[in-house]
């Protein structure tokens, strides 16, 4: 079979809360594809009549989507269209999909992105937080130990930080942060593109007192983000320091790259940064 007879895979936005926001090409396609596979069927099912679109429905969640290959795979090579959706946003965005669209991609099947409502992307266009670097870290772990160990290990990066979270969750995921980041300004945004979207900011003490004072803030669906941490100063006796110890490594013959891995394992901060520090002094600026 040619390849123009080999069915595509449309990966599918939806929306995460305004109808509005399903693009027309996105709505087009699913009315025009074979089959959808939906993370749950009946939620997609509504979707799809208020498109007045009837396309074939199968699940596709966490559970069964290994097992769901074989079968996506023989109706693309039947020359069948099939999308992708999950309940809200962009699928595989701590949403199922990945298994799915790994192994096609690796058997060389078409897979085309249909981009549209992603709620990490939509926080952070309206949050005022940097937005050049940023490290968007899913969902946190439900017990409260491997959560603050995770924001522990995440605390001394510069990016703006990106969560998802629950509502039964917001308020001890709120605590922890405020134990970890202290007085680092937070954005929490919530419902949004809904009718009661807001967004608050301020540091995660002053958001536990603003969701005690008025508790329906804590009802709905969240997008939690940090302002990065502040770019580290190396002071300058660890300066000093640093350079004899790079300097004594050079003049024992260590290579640049051995030295600036060592002074790196030791006092942290990237290698490369001790790489150009070490070049710079074996060239004697
Ligand atoms: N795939 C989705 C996306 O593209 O954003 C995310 C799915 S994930 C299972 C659901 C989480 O996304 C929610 O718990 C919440 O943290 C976030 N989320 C989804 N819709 C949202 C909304 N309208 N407002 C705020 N957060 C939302």
């Known amino acids: 079979m040619s390849d123009a007879l080999v069915g595509s895979l449309y990966v599918v936005a939806t929306p995460i809360g305004n109808l509005e926001d399903l693009s027309?090409?996105?709505s087009r396609l699913l009315g025009e594809v074979a089959l959808v596979a939906a993370e749950d069927?009946?939620?997609?099912?509504?979707?799809?009549?208020?498109?007045?679109?009837?396309?074939?429905?199968?699940?596709?969640?966490?559970?069964n989507e290994a097992g769901r290959v074989e079968q996506i795979d023989r109706r693309l090579a039947d020359g069948e269209d099939v999308a992708l959706v999950s309940d809200a946003g962009t699928p595989l965005i701590s949403d199922p999909g990945f298994v799915l669209v790994r192994e096609l991609r690796a058997r060389g099947r078409r897979i085309?992105?249909?981009?549209?409502?992603?709620?990490?992307?939509?926080?952070?266009?309206?949050?005022?937080?940097?937005?050049?670097?940023?490290l968007f870290s899913g969902f946190l772990p439900a017990k409260g130990?491997?959560?603050?160990?995770r924001l522990?290990?995440?605390?001394?990066?510069?990016a703006s930080l990106v969560f998802y979270e629950s509502p039964h969750r917001i308020h001890n995921t709120l605590a922890d942060l405020a134990q970890v980041f202290g007085e680092r300004r937070l954005v929490l945004a919530r419902e949004l593109t809904k009718?009661?979207?807001?967004?608050?900011?301020g540091t995660a003490a002053s958001l536990i007192e603003r969701l005690a004072s008025d508790p329906d803030q804590a009802r709905g669906e969240f997008v939690i983000m940090?302002?990065?941490a502040p770019p580290r100063e190396v002071n300058e006796s660890v300066q000093v320091e640093s350079d004899r110890l790079l300097e004594c490594l050079l003049a024992e013959g260590v290579g640049v790259k051995q030295a600036a891995g060592c002074v790196a394992r030791l006092l942290g901060g990237p290698r490369k940064a001790w790489y150009a520090r070490a070049q710079r002094l074996k060239d004697g600026d």
Not at 114 to 131: D, N
Not at 145 to 149: D, F, K, L, V
Not at 195 to 201: K, N, W
């Open 195 to 201: 009718t009661f979207e807001t967004f608050l900011d």
């Open 226 to 228: 940090v302002e990065g």
């Open 112 to 134: 085309v992105p249909v981009p549209g409502a992603c709620a990490l992307v939509a926080a952070l266009s309206a949050a005022g937080l940097a937005t050049d670097r940023f």
């Open 152 to 158: 522990e290990a995440l605390q001394d990066h510069q």
């Open 145 to 149: 130990g491997a959560r603050r160990g």
């Open 24 to 26: 027309p090409r996105a």
């Open 41 to 63: 069927t009946r939620h997609t099912a509504r979707l799809l009549r208020h498109l007045g679109v009837s396309p074939s429905l199968i699940s596709l969640h966490e559970h």
